[in-house]
């Protein structure tokens, strides 16, 4: 029996296995009718998951463990059987914020490299100081949800100089398919957020890349496909069929010679309505960096590859340590433990046996 699914997407590059799953048969191979359904913030997609207009979700992995843990106003207990991907992040910031950048750390002459995240943080610790010491405004950096890794990488990278992200740094939220806009006009001076977003800063003109997110933090858990937690207790058949789509999305996109035909199916405009030799530029690691710079090959920028999709207790783990540091929780007895449960490896790993 042909079992149909209502699942939940932006549009991101890190969506390729469901975009894969959906439109290159490998759904239909494992009895299952899936319907993507577009969307354009990660509090629409929570919360039409926690409602049940959607069977499942495209979803940052913290926003899960977030919302499973009650914190920021909405409970909705959610499970993640399979990953979606690791990595696939960039800090990028405007022209003219990496032109002054770039003259900060040049004063720097021991060690003047802007590639280096060390370099770059006190580079824009020297701006931050310059800033108030001129009476200006301060910096404004955003990320494309609050409970993110996106917010996280920014924390961390930021730390590095002493700089503080909504203290010494404006912190806004903007949603991915908004940040080059806002980057364009003004509103924010940077940005961290998935692909393709910061490669169309770059192609836009208005923005280069700062660091690509493997930069910063190695094999970062993004994004987690969502469920209801109580859905994937009752509904087994339907998250074990979808959950073998996927691993064999990954398997197929993980052939460089497929790379063009799912850049092709990304690029559609009912998925991310974006030049297919952008996207394909980006699977294969290549990364227009802007600011004058050459392509910068990064391998592992993004990761679809099976070993990457086995969702790991033990991201929890980096998860809360790092909505710690941002200020967001206060650790609590059984926080672990329940944040752990978000990842279930148990089907995942049956599966492949």
Same mark, same amino acid.
């Given at each position: 029996?042909?079992?149909?699914?209502?699942?939940?997407?932006l549009?991101l590059?890190?969506?390729?296995l469901?975009?894969?799953a959906?439109?290159?048969?490998?759904?239909?191979?494992?009895g299952?009718?899936?319907e993507?359904v577009?969307?354009?913030?990660?509090?629409?997609?929570r919360?039409?998951?926690?409602?049940?207009?959607?069977?499942?979700?495209?979803?940052l992995?913290p926003?899960?463990?977030?919302s499973?843990l009650?914190i920021?106003?909405?409970t909705?207990?959610?499970?993640?059987p399979?990953l979606?991907n690791?990595?696939?992040?960039?800090v990028?910031?405007s022209?003219?914020r990496?032109?002054e950048?770039?003259?900060a +750390?040049d004063g720097?002459? /021991? !060690?003047?490299?802007l590639?280096?995240?060390?370099?770059?943080? =006190?580079?824009? %610790?020297? @701006? #931050?100081?310059?800033r108030?010491?001129?009476?200006?405004?301060?910096?404004?950096?955003?990320?494309?949800f609050g409970?993110?890794?996106?917010?996280?990488?920014?924390?961390?990278w930021m730390?590095?100089?002493g700089?503080?992200?909504?203290?010494d740094v404006?912190?806004?939220?903007?949603?991915?398919v908004?940040?080059?806009?806002a980057?364009?006009?003004g509103?924010?001076?940077?940005?961290?957020?998935?692909?393709?977003?910061?490669?169309?800063?770059?192609?836009?003109?208005v923005?280069?890349i700062?660091h690509?997110?493997?930069d910063l933090?190695a094999?970062c858990p993004?994004? +987690?496909?969502?469920w209801? /937690? !109580?859905?994937?207790e009752r509904?087994?058949?339907?998250?074990? =069929?979808?959950? %073998?789509a @996927? #691993?064999?999305?990954?398997?197929?996109?993980?052939a460089?010679?497929n790379?063009?035909r799912l850049?092709e199916?990304?690029a559609?405009?009912?998925?991310?309505?974006m030049?297919?030799?952008?996207?394909e530029?980006?699977l294969?690691?290549e990364i227009?960096q802007g600011?004058?710079?050459p392509?910068?090959p990064?391998?592992s920028?993004?990761r679809?590859?099976e070993?990457?999709?086995r969702?790991?207790?033990?991201h929890?783990?980096?998860?809360?340590a790092?909505?710690a540091?941002?200020g967001?929780l206060v650790?609590?007895l059984?926080?672990?433990?329940?944040?752990?449960?978000v990842?279930?490896?148990?089907a995942? !790993?049956l599966m492949?046996?």
């Amino acid at each position: 029996m042909t079992l149909h699914l209502r699942v939940g997407f932006l549009p991101l590059v890190d969506a390729a296995l469901l975009v894969a799953a959906a439109d290159a048969g490998f759904a239909e191979g494992r009895g299952l009718a899936l319907e993507l359904v577009r969307d354009v913030s990660w509090s629409n997609l929570r919360d039409r998951l926690h409602v049940r207009l959607l069977d499942a979700a495209h979803m940052l992995a913290p926003a899960a463990i977030a919302s499973t843990l009650g914190i920021g106003g909405v409970t909705a207990p959610m499970a993640a059987p399979i990953l979606l991907n690791l990595n696939g992040n960039a800090v990028t910031v405007s022209t003219c914020r990496f032109e002054e950048l770039a003259r900060a +750390a040049d004063g720097d002459l /021991a !060690d003047g490299d802007l590639a280096d995240p060390m370099v770059s943080a =006190r580079a824009l %610790a020297k @701006l #931050v100081g310059m800033r108030k010491a001129s009476g200006l405004p301060p910096l404004t950096f955003a990320a494309v949800f609050g409970f993110s890794s996106h917010t996280y990488l920014l924390c961390d990278w930021m730390a590095r100089g002493g700089v503080r992200l909504g203290q010494d740094v404006r912190f806004e939220v903007v949603p991915p398919v908004q940040t080059v806009e806002a980057l364009r006009s003004g509103r924010i001076d940077g940005f961290c957020a998935g692909a393709p977003w910061n490669t169309l800063a770059v192609a836009a003109g208005v923005g280069a890349i700062l660091h690509c997110g493997v930069d910063l933090q190695a094999d970062c858990p993004e994004k +987690a496909l969502a469920w209801r /937690a !109580d859905d994937v207790e009752r509904r087994g058949e339907a998250v074990s =069929r979808l959950n %073998a789509a @996927l #691993v064999d999305a990954s398997r197929w996109a993980g052939a460089e010679t497929n790379w063009p035909r799912l850049a092709e199916l990304l690029a559609t405009p009912e998925r991310l309505g974006m030049p297919a030799d952008l996207i394909e530029a980006i699977l294969r690691g290549e990364i227009a960096q802007g600011g004058g710079r050459p392509v910068r090959p990064v391998a592992s920028y993004i990761r679809f590859d099976e070993k990457a999709l086995r969702p790991e207790p033990g991201h929890a783990d980096w998860l809360l340590a790092a909505m710690a540091r941002a200020g967001q929780l206060v650790p609590e007895l059984g926080m672990s433990e329940r944040a752990r449960a978000v990842f279930r490896p148990a089907a995942f !790993d049956l599966m492949l046996s």
